[in-house]
C-alpha cells in the first residue's frame, strides 16, 4: 500500500508557517507500518490542485490531503476531489446538521459562508469534525481512498485519531508492521563512522540502516519489517547488537535522548556533581547542563571568565601561566577545570578555552583551536581540537566535544 | 518564472524530522519576489527521485534540491541529477579540493568514501560548502536552472546566502521590484502590538504588513512592490516612519539583527562593560552575549550561580538575604547583579534568578516566576515576570527580557 500526503495552503509556500502536519501524519503513517513515498505540497490554487491529486491517484493507493477545507472562497478542496473524481458536488444534510451544531455549542452565529461546508462530494463519508467548523471527506474509488480534512493542526490530528487511522487499520493493514529506531553517535564524523560499518551497510537488508549527519553527531536510522511488532523489534535488536560491537563507544543515546540528558543520567546515578569554566563557550555548556529539569541536584556553578582577570579571580589561574603560554592554551585548560573544581567543591570541573573566531586567530593558533579539560578527583585530563565553521559552530562544537567527553570519562 | 522544492530524505517520510528547509527556502524565495508553485517530499530512491526531478523540469524553471549529496551510499542526489538531464558524473578537481580542504581545515583524517562527493554532473557549477564536506551544484539546461544543496540547515542556508540567492537576483529578476524589510519588536506580545496599529493595519495596501511571533518577540514583515528599488525602499520608509511613532520604544532592530547584537553594538558605542550573574537561565544570557564576534572587549565575566553557596562566595549575595526571603526573589536579584558589577569592576551587572520548572514551584513561588536586575553605575533596577510556558521557554523569555532591558537602559 502505497501512501501519499498533499498540503494545501499558499501560506506554505509562502514560507509563512512550517509545515508540521505532514510530518505528524507520516510519524503516524509509519507506526501503522503504511509506506509514505511522496509528499507535496501546492497553494489555494485549482488548476495546480487538479494536476497534483491527478498524479498521486495515478501512483498511490491512499492520500490524505490537509487544508482547503475552511468557508472562504479560496477554499477549493471540496470542489477539486469532486472533479478528479468526476463525481457531482452536492449538499449534504449529515454535514450542514454538523456544521450548525458546531456553532451552537460554541453559542456562536453562523456566517452564510459555511454553508459551503455542506457540499460534498456525492457518495463522500463525512467525517466528523469536533473541534471546528470544517468536516472532513473520505471517498474510495477505483480500491483507492482520497481523505481530505481540515489544515489546523489540532482538528486534524483528532479526526486522524478518531476516524482515519482507525478506518486505515480495519480496511487495510495487512499482517506488516514497521519498527524504527534512531541511534545517536558523537564523537566520528559521518564517513568515518561509516567506514568502520561499511560491510553491515553493505549487506544491509531488513532492517535497513540509513545515516544521518547534523551538527555535532551522527545518527544511524535502523527499520525493520516484520509481521509482528515484536518481531520487528527482534531484527532491530539484533543489528543493534552488531552495531554496539564496532562503534559502542561512540553510542550516546537514542531517539529522543540527547546528550545533555544522557549526562546528567549519568551524574544522577552515580550521585557526582559539576561544575564549569568556560571561555570560548560563553556559557553554553553551563546553558545545555541546565536544560535538563532537576539540574541543580548535579551543577553547582558555572563560570564563563571571559577575561584573564576573571580566570585568575574566580578560578585561580596562575598569572605567570596566563603570561607563559597565553589564555588558549593546554596548561589554562587545566588550571580552569581544576579551579572550578576546587573552589566549587564538586567531584568534577570542566573547562573549555579557545578561539571562536572569526578574529582573534594566528598563525600558532588559529580560529577554532580550542582547549579543553576534565578534572575528576585528583586526576585531570586535557584535550586539544581543531574546529571548522564559524562562531556559532565552534562555540557548539566544543560544548557537544566537552559533553561527550564527560560521559565518555563516566561511562569508565 | 516558476520556482519548486523538492526535499529529499527517507526520515522525513517517516516523520522523524520536520522538513523546516523548504519553508526557509520558501521565505527567501518570497522575499525575492520569486514565485513558488510546488513543494515536493520523497526518500532516498533513485526511481521516485527521478520521477519528482523529471515532473518537476517539465513545470518549472528553478528547482532547488535539498539533502542526498553526503558522502554514504544512499546519498545519490548527484547520480540523479546526472541521470535526469542526461549528463556524464565526471570527476571534478575543485570539487575535490574543496572536500580536501575542509578536511585539512577540520584536522580530521579524510575517508575514501568522501571522494564520492567530489563527483558531479558534467559542466555543472560548484557550490561552496564552507561549513561542511558537501559542496552543492548548480546546472542550467535549456534555461532551467536546477540547484542542489545538502539537508543540513546550517550548510544550506549559508550557502543560499552566499552563492544562489545572489546568482538569481543577477540572472532573474526583472524591474518589477519586490523590496522587504522586517521590523523586530521585544516586549510586547502579538495582540497587544496589534491592537496599537490596528488602523495602520487595515489601511496597509503597498507596503503589505504582516505580523509574526516567534519565541520572545513579534516580528513585522513590510513589502513593498514598484519599479525600482529605491521606490519600493522609499514606500517601506514611508510606512516605517509611522510605525515608529506607535510602537518605537518596542522596535529593536531590522532583518537580520540580533537582540545580543543590538546590544553588543550598544555597549560598543558607549564604551561600557558589562558582567552577568546567572541562576535560572543556566548561562544562556553569557551565551547569547558572546555569540557575537568581539564580545570580549565588552564582555568581562559571567557568573552561573546555581547553588546558593556559589551565589555568596562568587557574588557576596549575604547569607541572610538567602534565609530571608530565599534565592528567588528580587533582593538576590539586586545583590546578584551589584555583586558580579563589584567584583567583575564592569559598568553594568546583570542578573536573573527564577523557578525554570518543571518542578520546584510552590504557591507563592510558581514556576515562571522570574525576577531580573540591572545595575549600573550607583543604581541597581529589579524586575519582577511571571512567564508561562516549558523550562527551555521560561530560560529563552528571560534571556530575551534581560536583554531587552538592558538595551532600554543603554537607549537613556
Redesign the interface.
Known sequence: MKAEIITIGTE?????????N?????????RYGIN????????D?KE?MIE?LS?GLKRSDLIITTGGLGPTQDDITREVVAEVLDLELVKSQEALAQVKSYFKQADRPMSDNNLRQAYLPQGAKIIKNNQGTAPGILVVQDNKVIVSLPGVPLEMKAMMKESILPYLKEKFLDDERIY?K?IKTCGI????L??KIADI??EQENPTI??????GEVKL?L?AKANTKQAAKELIRHEEQKLQGRIGEYIYGYDDDTLEKVVADLLWDKDLTVA?A?SC???????R???V????AY?????????N??KQ??LNVKKTTLQEVGAVSQKVAQEMALGVKN???TDIGLATTGI?????GTEEKPV?LVYMALAINDDVKSYQ?????????V?YLTAQTILNLLRLELLN
Open positions: 506554505l509556500l509562502l514560507g509563512q508557517i512550517v509545515d508540521t505532514s510530518q505528524w501524519i507520516a510519524k503516524e503513517l509509519a509514505l513515498y511522496y509528499k507535496a505540497t501546492i497553494g490554487n495546480r497534483t498524479n524504527s534512531v564524523g559521518e564517513s568515518s561509516e567506514t551497510l553493505r540509513a545515516p544521518l549527519a547534523s551538527q536510522r527499520t564549569v568556560e563557550t560563553g556559557g553554553l555548556v553551563g546553558h547542563l541546565t536544560n529539569p532537576g539540574s541543580s551543577f553547582e556553578r558555572g563560570v564563563v571568565s571571559y577575561s582577570q576573571a579571580e574566580l573552589l566549587a567543591k571562536a573566531g572569526p578574529s582573534g577554532g581540537f581543531k574546529f571548522n565553521g564559524g562562531r556559532y559552530r562555540k
